[in-house]
């Protein structure tokens, strides 16, 4: 298909835009066609004016044409086919393979929100019927659901083109709650954006609801993502990228005379813990495990973990001397952008500085200095310089990893309660090593939002069970999922309907239960109709 470089607010293309930029393959570091139209302020104004006139109508819509919707967008994303990969694949160096993994993943995701809208139990319904007669007051009708918010602001992400960026989770579980939506397109992958703004729009006019449902802008996100999220008419915003980048947005939306939420996944380190007896048993499939999680994506993963604990002594540094072999055979790949690129090597030469802090292996395989190439790192310290250096407990985007052994297992509890928040933490231990871990693995879970005990934190399933979250900085809001099932729940609200006759109730909260919802009847989880 070809592109037209602008942006999309209500279903249809916009003229203008003086600045442009491009996007730049990191396969061949070259400047790709078209040019991007950046908005402005009036922009932003008008696809917030259209996405508020739009909810009014959407809002309000049956769970069936809401649950319509997220299946047509699927349908529409599978008929771009392969022009859609090719794109993703020129526009980030993703491998078309691991591309038309993440539009399976993309698809299902609003697959499965389109079921969870249609069962509908979701909006947790609460009812506690009228007590005319309880004595020494009367109970009033009480009705109580999630409702959706308005509009909503969504921040592609670099790393998942398709499952976290224009039609990914937020925009899926943002549309499943009834709320408009207007991306902030990410400009590593512009193109990509377009054809997926495309078949999101035409999946808001095929099933009849109001343009301003959809709308997706290309500018800068100093300039535009600070200003989507200042709107006067934004009710959240959902983000996945640096912390920086983050905290701004949500610094931001908490300086407006009427705070909004911003669901920010930022940056987390995803410490993996080796027992010894873990260590003793399965030392050469630890390392295999490791080595595939630490380079998986070429470390651009948010679950990568960055962190690795063991107790000192023989054991240890022999696992430490085999993973860094292992590592050395671990080849360079190419990384999502130069920017990111750049800010990789940074990092590792941040890290050289550290007093106490050694290198204990590079790829073999030099990187070539052309292109956006990150190269498999491996350092180690102790546990005492973990401690002492700031430094050492600041993420590295990127295939690098850090090695720290303490004196015992007090030390390993220790260094855990002195972590910040992640979305992840792993255990490997034996039956016997795990019997003894309790205090461990209690910290942990005030640490991380999922904890991984004999796997590796990378990949995370889309389900109801699954929680992508953690304390900050892992995100913002640590209650909160931007995976799984759960996530429709970031942009929902409570409402309370008081002595509300019938005839205004959404049927959702009606008697007859006409849905068949699971509800809270006096306290009782139900399908029943109320009698």
Same mark, same amino acid.
């Given at each position: 298909?070809?592109?037209?470089?602008?942006?999309?607010?209500?279903?249809?293309?916009?003229?203008?835009?003086?600045?442009?930029?491009? @996007?730049?393959?990191?396969?061949? +570091?070259?400047?790709?066609?078209? *040019?991007?139209?950046?908005?402005?302020?009036?922009?932003?104004?008008? $696809?917030?004016?259209?996405?508020?006139?739009?909810?009014?109508?959407?809002?309000?819509?049956?769970?069936?044409?809401?649950?319509?919707?997220?299946?047509?967008?699927?349908?529409?994303?599978?008929?771009?086919?392969?022009?859609?990969?090719?794109?993703?694949?020129?526009?980030?160096?993703?491998?078309?393979?691991?591309?038309?993994?993440?539009?399976? /993943?993309?698809?299902?995701? &609003?697959? &499965?929100? #389109?079921?969870? %809208?249609?069962?509908?139990?979701?909006?947790?319904?609460?009812?506690?019927? #009228? &007590?005319?007669?309880?004595?020494?007051?009367?109970?009033?009708?009480?009705?109580?659901?999630?409702?959706?918010?308005?509009?909503?602001?969504?921040?592609?992400?670099?790393?998942?083109?398709?499952?976290?960026?224009? #039609?990914?989770?937020?925009?899926?579980?943002?549309?499943?709650?009834?709320?408009?939506?207007?991306?902030?397109?990410?400009?590593?992958?512009?193109?990509?954006?377009?054809?997926?703004?495309? $078949?999101?729009?035409?999946?808001?006019?095929?099933?009849?609801?109001?343009?301003?449902?959809?709308?997706?802008?290309?500018?800068?996100?100093?300039?535009?993502?600070?200003?989507?999220?200042?709107?006067?008419?934004?009710?959240?915003?959902?983000?996945?990228?640096?912390?920086?980048?983050?905290?701004?947005?949500?610094?931001?939306?908490?300086?407006?005379?009427?705070?909004?939420? %911003?669901?920010?996944?930022?940056?987390? &380190?995803?410490?993996?813990?080796?027992?010894?007896?873990?260590?003793?048993?399965?030392? $050469?499939?630890?390392?295999?495990?490791?080595?595939?999680?630490?380079?998986?994506?070429?470390? =651009?993963?948010?679950?990568?973990?960055?962190?690795?604990?063991?107790?000192?002594?023989?054991?240890?540094?022999?696992?430490?001397?085999?993973?860094?072999?292992?590592?050395?055979?671990?080849?360079?790949?190419?990384?999502?952008?130069?920017?990111?690129?750049? $800010?990789?090597?940074?990092?590792?030469?941040?890290?050289?500085?550290?007093?106490?802090?050694?290198?204990? *292996?590079?790829?073999?395989?030099?990187?070539?200095?052309?292109?956006?190439?990150?190269?498999?790192?491996?350092?180690?310290?102790?546990?005492?310089?973990?401690?002492?250096?700031?430094?050492?407990?600041?993420?590295?985007?990127?295939?690098?990893?850090?090695?720290?052994?303490?004196?015992?297992?007090?030390?390993?509890?220790?260094?855990?309660?002195?972590?910040?928040?992640?979305?992840?933490?792993?255990?490997?231990?034996?039956?016997?090593?795990?019997?003894?871990?309790?205090?461990?693995?209690?910290?942990?879970? /005030?640490?991380?939002?999922?904890?991984?005990? +004999?796997?590796?934190?990378?990949?995370?399933?889309?389900?109801?069970?699954?929680?992508?979250?953690?304390?900050?900085?892992?995100?913002?809001?640590?209650?909160?999922?931007?995976?799984?099932? @759960?996530?429709? =729940?970031?942009?929902?609200?409570?409402?309370?309907?008081?002595?509300?006759?019938?005839? #205004?109730?959404?049927?959702?909260?009606?008697?007859?239960?006409?849905?068949?919802?699971?509800?809270?009847?006096?306290?009782?989880?139900?399908?029943?109709?109320?009698?």
């Amino acid at each position: 298909m070809t592109l037209h470089g602008k942006s999309l607010i209500a279903g249809q293309p916009l003229d203008g835009g003086a600045r442009l930029f491009h @996007a730049i393959s990191p396969l061949a +570091n070259e400047r790709l066609e078209p *040019a991007f139209h950046e908005v402005g302020g009036a922009e932003v104004d008008r $696809a917030l004016l259209l996405a508020e006139e739009a909810f009014a109508v959407f809002g309000r819509a049956a769970a069936e044409t809401r649950a319509a919707l997220l299946e047509t967008i699927a349908d529409e994303i599978l008929a771009l086919g392969e022009a859609l990969l090719q794109r993703a694949h020129v526009e980030t160096g993703l491998p078309l393979a691991r591309l038309t993994g993440e539009r399976g /993943r993309t698809v299902g995701q &609003l697959r &499965l929100f #389109a079921e969870i %809208v249609r069962e509908g139990s979701w909006c947790d319904a609460r009812i506690d019927p #009228a &007590l005319p007669d309880r004595q020494p007051l009367p109970r009033p009708d009480l009705r109580r659901m999630l409702t959706p918010l308005g509009p909503v602001v969504v921040f592609g992400s670099s790393n998942f083109p398709l499952a976290f960026s224009v #039609a990914g989770g937020d925009t899926a579980s943002a549309l499943a709650a009834g709320n408009p939506v207007i991306v902030k397109a990410h400009r590593a992958h512009p193109g990509t954006s377009e054809m997926v703004a495309g $078949a999101v729009a035409r999946a808001v006019a095929a099933c009849g609801l109001p343009g301003g449902v959809f709308s997706m802008l290309h500018g800068s996100g100093a300039e535009i993502g600070i200003a989507l999220v200042r709107h006067p008419l934004t009710r959240a915003a959902g983000f996945t990228g640096s912390r920086a980048a983050g905290r701004a947005l949500f610094d931001a939306a908490n300086a407006r005379p009427d705070p909004i939420p %911003v669901f920010a996944e930022m940056s987390s &380190l995803n410490p993996v813990f080796i027992l010894p007896g873990a260590l003793r048993e399965h030392g $050469a499939q630890l390392i295999e495990g490791l080595k595939t999680s630490v380079t998986m994506g070429v470390g =651009q993963f948010c679950t990568k973990p960055g962190l690795v604990f063991g107790i000192g002594g023989n054991s240890f540094e022999q696992f430490a001397e085999n993973f860094a072999a292992a590592m050395r055979t671990a080849a360079p790949g190419t990384m999502l952008t130069a920017g990111i690129c750049r $800010a990789f090597h940074d990092g590792l030469e941040t890290m050289e500085r550290v007093p106490g802090v050694v290198a204990l *292996a590079m790829s073999d395989t030099a990187p070539d200095a052309t292109q956006t190439h990150g190269e498999p790192v491996v350092f180690a310290t102790d546990a005492a310089n973990f401690l002492r250096q700031p430094a050492l407990h600041e993420e590295v985007f990127g295939p690098y990893t850090l090695l720290v052994d303490a004196p015992g297992f007090s030390e390993l509890v220790h260094l855990a309660r002195h972590l910040e928040g992640q979305l992840t933490a792993t255990i490997h231990g034996t039956a016997d090593d795990l019997a003894n871990a309790a205090e461990l693995l209690a910290v942990l879970q /005030r640490k991380a939002g999922r904890i991984v005990v +004999n796997g590796f934190p990378t990949g995370v399933e889309v389900s109801p069970a699954m929680h992508h979250g953690g304390p900050y900085p892992a995100t913002t809001d640590e209650r909160f999922t931007s995976v799984g099932t @759960a996530a429709i =729940q970031r942009f929902a609200r409570p409402v309370c309907l008081q002595n509300v006759p019938a005839s #205004a109730l959404p049927p959702e909260l009606l008697d007859a239960n006409p849905r068949g919802l699971m509800r809270l009847v006096n306290g009782q989880l139900t399908r029943a109709p109320i009698a």
